[in-house]
C-alpha cells in the first residue's frame, strides 16, 4: 500500500481522525497554556528562578508518581471516559486560573492549580496510548495513525507558543487560560461521541497462546488470572529492549533542554535568549520532518531498520552539534537530530503497541513513562553539569550511546520489528468448517465478492419475515438468534460467535427469514449476497442438503429444550 493511500485510509477512519483533530486542538492549548504560565510566574515574581524551578518540577514530579496508577485506572476502566474525565476536570482548572488571575490572587494559589492539572494530565497518556490502537480497523493504520499525531503536535509546537505571543503582546493572559480551557471543551466534544473502549480480557491470554504455542492448551490459565508480569513474560526481551532505547533517549534529550544555553553562550558567543530560542525553534522544525519521514517508513513491514535509522541520525546529529563551526549548520544538526528523535519515537510506540496485550497495555506504558520521566530528569539534572567547559565532549558521547543504544534494541527486539500483513476479514468465509474441501478457486471468488458489515450492539441484523438476501458469517463479536412461534411467543434459539455462520436457510429453501437475529457485541460480519452463495454451496456435492440438515437439527434441538 503506498503512502497515500495509506493516509487516505487513515483519513477513512472517522472516530481514528476526529480524535486526532481533538487532540491537535488540545495540544494547541497545551503550548498556549505553558507559555502563558511561565510569563505569568515570571512577571509575579520579579523574575525568580526558583519559582521557575518549581514550575518545572510540576511539570515532572506528577509524572513519575502517577503513571503507573494511571496506566492501573487505564486498564481497569473505560479509556475513552478516562480522557473525557481528565479533559473535562482540566479544562475546568483551566477557568479557575484565569479566574485567579484576572481576581490577582496569590501565584502560588495559581501555581498549585497548575500542579493540580499535571497530575491529571498523568493520566492522559497512558490512556491515550492504550485506547488509540482500538480505533484502528487493523494493524496497517496503527503506524500511520501514530506519524500522523506526532506530524500534529509538532505543528501545535509553533501555533500554541505562536497564539500565546500575540496575546501576551496584546496583555491578554486571561484570554490565553480561556482559550485553552476551550480547546479541552472541543476534545470533550470529539470524545463525547467516540467509542466507549474497556480493556479486551482475553487479549493478554491471546499474546501469551501465541508466543507460548510450545505449551499444551490444557496449561493454560483463564484470561481473568494473568496478571502484569504473566501478560509481560512471554514479551520481556522486547520490551526490554524498546526500554533500553527509550531511557537512552531520554536521559540525553533531557539534558537538551538546558544545554541549549551553554551551546548558545560558551560554543557560539550569541546572547542566551536568541540562542536558545533559534536551537528551540531547530528542534521543533526538525521533528515535523522527522514525523514526515516517518509517515513512509512506519509503512514498512520491518520496522527496525527505520527504528535504527532514526536513532542513528539522532546520533549524528547531536555529535556534530558540538563540533560544527557555524551556528546555521548547529541549527541543521539539532534539526536532524530531532528529526531521528521523532522518527524513533513513533517507530517505539506504534511497536510497543502491537506487541503488548490490549488487557495490560495502560500499565506497561504506565511503567514505561515512569522509568522515560525519571530518565528525562536525571539528565536534565546531570548533562548541563558534566557538559561546563566540554559540551562539545558530552554531545559526542551522548551520540553514540544512542546509535549503540538502537543497535542494542533491535536485537533484542527480533522478529517483533517485522509487522504480520494483516489478514483480510474475508478470509473467515474460508474458516467455515462446511466449506472445508470445496475448491480454492471457488473460495478465492467467493471472499472477492465477499463485504464487511459492521452492527453495533443491539442492532438487529435479519428480522424473521424479511427477505433473504445475505449469508453471513461471524468475523467478531456474538449475535442471538429468536424466533416467534404461531402463538406470538418469542423463543431463544442460539448464541454464536466468530467463524459460526447465518442465513442460510432462507436463499436454499427460498423462503423468508425464519428468525430475527440481533447483535449481543458489537459485531463485524462477513456478508455473501444470494446469488455469490448459491453459486459457492452449489460447488460442492451434497452441500446445499447439509446446510438444511444443520437448520433443522438445530431448530429442532432448540424446540425440545424449550
Known amino acids: 500500500m503506498g503512502v497515500i493511500a495509506a493516509y487516505r485510509r487513515v483519513l477513512g477512519n472517522s472516530n481514528l481522525t476526529r480524535l486526532l483533530f481533538g487532540e491537535f486542538v488540545s495540544s494547541i492549548g497545551d503550548w498556549l497554556y505553558l507559555v502563558a504560565l511561565l510569563v505569568l510566574v515570571w512577571d509575579a515574581t520579579g523574575g525568580d528562578t526558583v519559582a521557575l524551578g518549581v514550575i518545572g518540577a510540576a511539570r515532572i514530579l506528577p509524572y513519575v508518581l502517577l503513571s503507573i496508577p494511571a496506566g492501573i485506572v487505564a486498564d481497569r476502566f473505560d479509556r475513552r471516559r478516562i480522557l473525557l474525565v481528565t479533559d473535562i476536570v482540566r479544562g475546568l482548572l483551566m477557568l479557575v ?20 492539572a499535571t497530575c491529571f494530565s498523568a493520566f492522559f497518556g497512558p490512556a491515550l496510548g492504550a485506547y488509540l490502537p482500538s480505533l484502528t480497523r487493523d494493524e496497517s493504520e496503527l503506524g500511520p495513525a501514530n506519524s500522523a499525531w506526532s506530524s500534529l503536535v509538532s505543528l501545535a509546537f509553533f501555533i500554541g507558543p505562536a497564539v500565546a505571543a500575540l496575546l501576551l503582546t496584546l496583555g491578554s493572559l486571561v484570554v490565553a487560560f480561556l482559550l485553552n480551557a476551550l480547546t479541552f471543551a472541543v476534545v470533550a466534544v470529539v470524545l463525547y461521541g467516540l467509542p466507549s473502549k474497556k480493556p479486551d480480557a482475553n487479549a493478554a491470554q491471546e499474546s501469551a497462546e501465541s508466543v507460548e504455542s510450545t505449551k499444551s492448551a490444557e496449561s493454560a490459565k483463564p484470561a481473568t488470572s494473568i496478571g502484569l508480569r504473566e501478560a509481560l513474560g512471554p514479551i520481556s526481551r522486547p520490551l526490554l529492549g524498546l526500554t533500553v532505547l527509550n531511557v537512552v533517549v531520554g536521559f540525553v534529550w533531557g539534558g537538551m533542554g538546558v544545554i541549549t544555553v551553554i551551546l548558545s553562550v560558551q560554543i557560539f558567543h550569541i546572547d542566551e535568549a536568541t540562542g536558545t530560542g533559534l536551537l528551540n525553534s531547530a528542534i521543533g522544525v526538525g521533528g515535523l520532518l522527522g514525523a514526515l519521514v516517518a509517515s513512509a517508513l512506519v509503512l514498512r513491514r520491518r520496522q527496525g531498520p527505520p527504528m535504527v535509522l532514526g536513532a542513528a541520525a539522532l546520533g549524528v546529529g547531536l555529535a556534530l552539534l558540538g563540533y560544527v563551526p557555524d551556528f546555521a549548520l548547529a541549527l541543521a544538526a539539532l534539526g536532524f537530530a ?38 528525562y530528569a536525571a539528565g536534565a539534572f546531570a548533562i548541563p553539569i558534566i557538559a561546563s567547559g566540554q559540551a562539545a565532549l558530552v554531545l559526542l558521547v551522548s551520540g553514540v550511546a544512542i546509535a549503540i543504544a538502537g543497535v542494542v534494541s533491535l536485537l533484542m527486539l527480533g522478529t517483533y520489528a517485522i509487522q504480520q500483513p494483516a489478514k483480510d476479514a474475508r478470509e473467515r468465509l474460508a474458516e467455515v ?3 472445508a474441501g470445496l475448491p480454492p478457486a471457488r473460495m478465492e471468488r467467493a471472499m472477492g465478492r465477499a463485504t464487511l458489515r459492521d452492527f453495533k450492539q443491539g442492532a438487529t441484523i435479519i428480522g424473521q419475515g424479511d427477505a433473504a438476501d445475505l449469508f453471513y458469517v461471524i468475523n467478531s463479536g456474538r449475535v442471538e438468534v429468536t424466533q416467534v412461534d404461531a402463538s406470538g411467543a418469542s423463543h431463544l434459539l442460539r448464541q454464536m460467535g466468530p467463524t459460526e455462520f447465518f442465513g442460510e436457510i432462507g436463499l ?40 438444511l440438515d444443520i437448520h433443522r437439527g438445530a431448530v429442532s434441538a432448540a424446540g425440545e429444550a424449550s
Not at 436454499?508 to 455469490?532: F, H
Open 508 to 547: 436454499l429453501s427460498r423462503v423468508p427469514r425464519t428468525a430475527t437475529v440481533i447483535a449481543l457485541t458489537d459485531c463485524t460480519l462477513v456478508a455473501l449476497d444470494g446469488p455469490a452463495f448459491l453459486e459457492l454451496v452449489e460447488s460442492g456435492s451434497g452441500l446445499t442438503y447439509t446446510m
Open 433 to 435: 468448517a462446511l466449506f
Open 97 to 116: 486560573i484565569a479566574a485567579a488571575v484576572y481576581l490577582q490572587m496569590s501565584i502560588w494559589i495559581i501555581v498549585a492549580l497548575a500542579i493540580t
Open 338 to 375: 530531532s528529526a531521528g528523535a521523532l522518527l524513533v519515537e513513533i517507530v517505539m510506540t506504534t511497536l510497543l503497541q502491537r506487541i503488548v496485550p490490549d488487557a495490560v497495555r495502560g500499565r506497561a506504558l504506565g511503567l514505561i513513562d515512569t522509568a522515560y520521566v525519571l530518565f
